[in-house]
């Protein structure tokens, strides 16, 4: 009695390694970069906190019926303020968010109409990875003053 061996051939093997290897080759660089994707969500998501942080700490003057230019309390941090709105600098819009640690900023001041430019760290360009937060200078004149909404600039990603 033969005993029949039974399995794949060299040929056949090579065949699936070499389809597995084009199979591959169209695939990765579809997957390779997601490190670009993630910084560009982390951005997205740090200008959807910019914006409730802003609204939160205008919400809370409002409540508190303090001056347009007086700090308020956020979760036991102080958040510097200017025409109702957190200041575009550290001590305003940065603390109300609690966006120090993956984060850095150019510009911004504790004044009106002074934009802030907020950048991911790890980005390969930073400054090309970034959004920018301003709080508009108050419009018209005593009594009759209008405190616009600050202003949130597009999210630039060409360098995420």
């Known amino acids: 009695m033969k005993k029949q ?21 169209f695939a990765l660089p579809k997957f390779a970069d997601f490190g670009s994707d993630a910084r560009v969500a982390t951005l997205n998501g740090a200008l959807g906190a910019v914006k409730s942080a802003a609204g939160i700490a205008h919400a809370q003057q409002l409540v508190d019926a303090g001056a347009k230019n007086a700090s308020v309390t956020l979760e036991g941090a102080t958040v510097t303020m200017v025409n109702g709105y957190p200041t575009a600098n550290d001590a305003g819009i940065l603390v109300a968010a609690d966006l120090s640690d993956e984060f850095s900023h150019t510009g911004g001041d504790a004044a009106a109409g002074t934009a802030l430019t907020i950048q991911i760290k790890g980005a390969p360009t930073p400054a090309s990875c970034s959004f920018t937060y301003t709080v508009p200078a108050a419009t018209g004149t005593a009594p009759n003053l209008v405190y616009p909404s600050p202003k949130y600039g597009t999210v630039v990603t060409t360098g995420c």
């Not at 061996?5 to 080759?25: N, P």
């Open 5 to 25: 061996q039974s399995g794949f051939t060299m040929i056949e093997l090579i065949m699936v390694i070499v389809i597995l290897g084009i199979l591959a080759a």
